[in-house]
Nanobody, 123 residues
Framework: QVQLVESGGGLVQAGGSLRLSCAASGRTFSIYNMGWFRQAPGKDREFVAAIIRTGSSTYYADSVKGRFTISKDNAKSTVYLQMNSLKPEDTAVYYC????????????????WGQGTQVTVSS
C-alpha cells in the first residue's frame, strides 16, 4: 500500500516553468515504477512521463519531450516533474501514480494514484 500526494501546481505564464512533486508514504518507495499523467477538461487522462524504479530509464509523451523532465529521489521518497516552456495546452490536473510490477503509459498499469494538482498556463 502506497499513499501519494502531489504538490507544486499553480498558475504560470506561457513560457514559464513549474516543478511538481509527489511524496510517497507506505511501502519502500524505491521498489515502485512511477508515472505522471494529466487530464484536461473534457479530455481523457493521458500519459505524460514515467521512470523505472532504479531511475535509470525515463519515458515521455511526444507532446512534452524536450520540455518536461521526470526524476526521483529515493532518499526523500519523492518523484518530480520539472516542466519548462509551458504552453496553454499543458493546462490540466496532473496526477502521479505508482506501479509495483511495470512501467507503462497506460493508466491501467498503475495501482496507486495521488489526488492531483492543478496546473494552469495563461497566454
Amino acid at each position: 500500500q502506497v499513499q501519494l500526494v502531489e504538490s507544486g501546481g499553480g498558475l504560470v505564464q506561457a513560457g514559464g516553468s513549474l516543478r511538481l512533486s509527489c511524496a510517497a508514504s507506505g511501502r519502500t518507495f524505491s521498489i515502485y515504477n512511477m508515472g505522471w499523467f494529466r487530464q484536461a477538461p473534457g479530455k481523457d487522462r493521458e500519459f505524460v512521463a514515467a521512470i523505472i524504479r532504479t531511475g535509470s530509464s525515463t519515458y515521455y509523451a511526444d507532446s512534452v519531450k524536450g520540455r518536461f523532465t521526470i526524476s526521483k529521489d529515493n532518499a526523500k521518497s519523492t518523484v518530480y516533474l520539472q516542466m519548462n516552456s509551458l504552453k496553454p495546452e499543458d493546462t490540466a490536473v496532473y496526477y502521479c501514480a505508482a506501479s509495483r510490477f511495470t512501467s507503462s503509459s497506460s493508466t491501467q498499469a498503475y495501482d496507486y494514484w495521488g489526488q492531483g494538482t492543478q496546473v494552469t498556463v495563461s497566454s
